[in-house]
């Protein structure tokens, strides 16, 4: 249905917000006659930043490391865009966690673990959020509202939410534009 109502409309191009819309919509729509240019929003935002239609002037003094999302990432292959428009923000210290791009660690959310309550060992968001924490930076970024709830909820299990935030790429953007 969504196929045969954008090719009505004369779509040609998709922008995401969730790395799961994304994956669905680039590698499976094609299959039933959608075929779009799919970006995620940190491409987009990249691409912004690259062509001068984005200035970013605001100093953000921070730390900050980054979350690869399984299907933005391993599934897909978007490791640079994402970075290349936090590397934008001025004085943004960015660091990468000991798991990142392609040996990216799940947050779990992805595997349905968001709706589970697991008895036997350690929940994987919190696993997760130990390797951010481990980074020491102030804040925790993402490119996924899956992620984003995976990661949020591990900071309040580790009793850090004074102390780190959880963004969305482009909510950091949006902060360091006038």
Known sequence: ANVEAWNGLGVKAVITQ????????????????????????????SELIR????KLSRVMD?????????????????????RDALQAIPGLQIVEMQRSRRESFCCGAGGGRMWMEEKI???I?????????????????????FCMTMMTDGVKAKEM??????????????QATP
């Open 51 to 54: 062509d001068k239609r984005i």
């Open 125 to 145: 968001n919190i696993a997760r959020t130990e390797q951010a924490l481990d980074t020491k930076a102030g804040i925790v970024a993402s490119a996924c509202p």
């Open 121 to 123: 060992g350690k929940r």
């Open 18 to 45: 969730c790395p799961h819309c994304f994956n669905t919509i680039k590698n499976e729509y094609p299959a039933f006659g959608g075929n779009y240019r799919v970006l995620n929003h940190t491409q987009l935002i």
């Open 161 to 174: 939410q004074s102390k780190v935030r959880v963004m969305d790429v482009a909510e950091l953007l949006d």
């Open 62 to 82: 921070a730390r900050l490391t980054y979350h690869d999302p399984c299907y933005l990432g391993r599934h897909n292959g978007v490791y640079q865009a994402p």
